[in-house]
């Protein structure tokens, strides 16, 4: 693990490199989550070094006081930067959440990216109501129904939704309910045409959090966007189907990023 501090506070990271060539990725997770459902994209470091980073709150990095919404989504792009300029990368790979986080800087900051890849994601987030409920209220109810089939996982084996599970435990309620207030606000739908960079939207064929449709959409609207989908998998492919998810984003970056 490394750490770069910035605004005040600590940001962890892992790297992964291999030798490989190719232009490194900074992989951003959803909510609750942390630098580990990355794990299985190690394997791309073969070619090209890849980094995963926990965001503000989450695993190992030191949180930020910021409210939920555009404050929080702002802060975690801070995050997001500070380790993509450490570690000289300039292609994001978002899910969820951090998919959220990948656009924002997209859309709003001063940074010059060679490629975005956008997975169990999409240009609007909006949360059910009864699960805002929940992580207010009930948080062993909230992280019941995300660990539902054909939510976060399709058909997984215990010890990844047990690995999803301990990381939200770990984030505690109120950082958990912070990510998901802050998905429940975004909305990009009418910037998506400003976003130039290349890019892929990547899902879950049995994806319910954020279906197919949302993926298409991005495709649709942005003006370099490719979609794919991954068969088997709901929202946390990258966890579920790792070697379908590493092919389709390798090939992606194989023709879009140096």
Request: glycine share 8%; net charge negative.
């Amino acid at each position: 693990m490394e750490t770069v501090t910035h605004h005040g506070r600590e940001t962890a990271y892992e790297r992964h490199d291999r030798g490989g060539q190719g232009a490194p990725m900074v992989c951003v997770h959803g909510s609750g989550g942390s630098r580990a459902v990355w794990k299985s994209q190690a394997r791309l470091a073969d070619e090209r070094p890849v980094i995963a980073l926990d965001l503000s709150g989450h695993g190992d990095s030191e949180d930020t006081d910021a409210d939920a919404g555009f404050s929080t989504l702002s802060a975690y792009a801070d995050d997001v930067l500070a380790v993509a300029r450490e570690t000289d990368s300039r292609v994001l790979v978002g899910n969820s959440l951090g998919g959220a986080v990948a656009l924002h800087i997209a859309l709003y900051r001063e940074f010059e990216l060679d490629a975005l890849v956008l997975t169990g994601t999409g240009a609007r987030l909006a949360v059910l109501e009864d699960l805002l409920a929940w992580l207010d209220e009930d948080f062993e109810r909230a992280l019941d129904f995300l660990h539902e089939p054909e939510h976060l996982f399709y058909d997984a084996d215990t010890d990844l939704v047990a690995l999803s599970r301990e990381a939200m435990e770990g984030c505690g309620r109120a950082v958990v309910e912070r990510d998901f207030r802050s998905c429940h606000t975004f909305d990009v739908r009418g910037d998506l045409d400003r976003v130039e960079v290349p890019a892929l939207a990547v899902c879950g064929e049995h994806d319910r959090l954020t279906p197919p449709d949302y993926h298409e959409y991005l495709a649709r609207e942005m003006p370099d966007c490719g979609f794919e989908t991954i068969d088997g998998a709901a929202h946390l492919a990258m966890l579920e189907r790792p070697r379908e998810f590493n092919e389709t984003v390798s090939r992606f970056l194989g023709q879009n990023s140096q």
